[in-house]
């Protein structure tokens, strides 16, 4: 006696079954990966902007807590003589004493006895970001005894010269020595200077 089996064999996608199921498949890899990827991007320089704020504040602390000038500069170099002129600020940075106000690292000797003294390190950024300063903090941002600095000032770091809320984050420093991250007060998707120009470009 035979059993009919037709009931219990496994039935194939058709040609066309195939093709539309493919066809969701690209849509939703279309649609998704992009947001992923700004995502990725925008957390990259959220993180990027938090250590810049990190160490300008800590600098800012130091210079207050010490009673002398402290300097955050571009370059990771911490031998004597490194000076803040070298490269440009994605390639790292580093907070030190500078109580002679020559914006090198030096064996200078400080009020107290004590040398100047390189207080933190930030290496490079990756590949395709860029992180400059505008006229006022090109190299470097002093911090004076009191937590001043000299000027206004704003920073900018960038991911491929593409500049919207996803891909640049900037920190303005106002000459009190107060940092922030720049905010789009018009929610245009451009942060804005302290002044409320807005920052259109990834060199400040």
């Not at 390639?91 to 040398?115: E, M, R, Y």
Request: charge should be negative; glycine fraction near 8%; hydrophobic fraction near 35%.
């Amino acid at each position: 006696m035979r059993h009919h089996l037709a009931n219990t064999l496994q039935r194939g996608l058709s040609l066309i079954e195939l093709l539309v199921t493919l066809s969701i498949a690209v849509i939703l890899l279309t649609i998704g990966v992009p947001s992923f990827v700004d995502m990725i991007t925008s957390n990259t320089a959220t993180s990027y902007g938090n250590d810049l704020l990190a160490d300008i504040n800590y600098a800012r602390s130091e210079a207050i807590t010490r009673g002398m000038r402290v300097v955050v500069c571009k370059g990771t170099a911490t031998a004597v003589n490194s000076v803040c002129t070298a490269g440009e600020w994605e390639k790292g940075w580093k907070v030190f004493v500078d109580c002679n106000d020559d914006q090198t690292v030096s064996n200078a000797t400080c009020p107290g006895g004590l040398n100047e003294e390189v207080l933190r390190v930030h290496a490079a950024l990756s590949t395709g970001w860029t992180l400059r300063g505008n006229n006022n903090v090109t190299n470097r941002i002093t911090f004076l005894p009191d937590g001043r600095t000299n000027n206004n000032s704003t920073l900018v770091v960038c991911k491929d010269g593409v500049v919207n809320n996803e891909r640049l984050k900037a920190i303005v420093l106002h000459i009190t020595g107060r940092a922030r991250i720049a905010t789009d007060t018009d929610n245009n998707g451009t942060p804005d200077e302290a002044d409320g120009n807005e920052i259109n470009d990834c060199t400040p």
